[in-house]
């Protein structure tokens, strides 16, 4: 074999090697549909993911890689991670709920730093809302937790979609749910970031 011949080679595998990795990327998530292909609404939703899988590198931001679409849900990570057909025609917002839950898988696995995370966030918060009414989470343990996770999903948000539709869609959710942790995350995030550091968690 030549020197050109193996050039052509060694440039053959390189470009294979590329298309292989970037369909990877494209087939991590499978996608199941709680109803099957009779809801409409949760066909839609699971194209309109499909897309934004394509469009975003979520490769750093997959922990999971089996995702539920159901109709009228809460979206939540676990046993598995489940989204509701309600963001179907927002994609920064069903984005950024794809992101929060994948991240909650991501915090699941680091017990001990999660652990001392959040004591520290008890003497920084000892009166955090828990409720939703008071725009915490379901008690003060999950209000402290969700700390973590909507931090991190912030984060994640500003640097897949950039900062102006990163805050945006998190400036959504503070007027939605978790509305005192996202201000929080919005308004003084230099508390929480640094906590978060101490302890390894940044994605």
């Given at each position: 074999?030549?020197?050109?011949?193996?050039?052509?080679?060694?440039?053959?595998?390189?470009?294979?090697?590329?298309?292989?990795?970037?369909?990877?990327?494209?087939?991590?998530?499978?996608?199941?549909?709680?109803?099957?292909?009779?809801?409409?609404?949760?066909?839609?939703?699971?194209?309109?993911?499909?897309?934004?899988?394509?469009?975003?590198?979520?490769?750093?931001?997959?922990?999971?890689?089996?995702?539920?679409?159901?109709?009228?849900?809460?979206?939540?990570?676990?046993?598995?991670?489940?989204?509701?057909?309600?963001?179907?025609?927002?994609?920064?917002?069903?984005?950024?709920?794809?992101?929060?839950?994948?991240?909650?898988?991501?915090?699941?696995?680091?017990?001990?730093?999660?652990?001392?995370?959040?004591?520290?966030?008890?003497?920084?918060?000892?009166?955090?809302?828990?409720?939703?009414?008071?725009?915490?989470?379901?008690?003060?343990?999950?209000?402290?937790?969700?700390?973590?996770?909507?931090?991190?999903?912030?984060?994640?948000?500003?640097?897949?979609?950039?900062?102006?539709?990163?805050?945006?869609?998190?400036?959504?959710?503070?007027?939605?749910?978790?509305?005192?942790?996202?201000?929080?995350?919005?308004n003084n995030g230099d508390?929480?970031?640094?906590?978060?550091?101490?302890?390894?968690?940044?994605?």
């Open positions: 074999m030549n020197r050109f011949t193996r050039y052509c080679t060694v440039l053959s595998l390189l470009v294979f090697s590329s298309i292989f990795c970037q369909e990877g990327k494209l087939k991590t998530v499978k996608i199941g549909l709680k109803h099957g292909s009779e809801n409409e609404l949760e066909v839609k939703t699971k194209a309109k993911l499909q897309q934004l899988l394509k469009t975003y590198d979520l490769s750093k931001w997959v922990f999971t890689d089996t995702v539920v679409i159901e109709t009228g849900v809460i979206p939540h990570s676990h046993p598995v991670l489940t989204i509701n057909t309600r963001d179907r025609d927002q994609d920064m917002l069903l984005l950024s709920t794809f992101v929060h839950e994948q991240i909650h898988w991501y915090v699941a696995n680091r017990d001990s730093a999660r652990e001392k995370a959040i004591n520290e966030f008890r003497e920084i918060y000892p009166n955090i809302p828990a409720g939703r009414k008071e725009g915490g989470a379901r008690n003060k343990y999950s209000s402290y937790l969700h700390l973590i996770v909507c931090y991190l999903e912030y984060e994640g948000m500003i640097e897949l979609a950039g900062d102006k539709k990163g805050e945006e869609a998190i400036e959504y959710w503070s007027n939605h749910h978790y509305t005192w942790i996202y201000k929080e995350v919005l508390k929480i970031k640094p906590v978060l550091r101490k302890h390894g968690f940044k994605i």
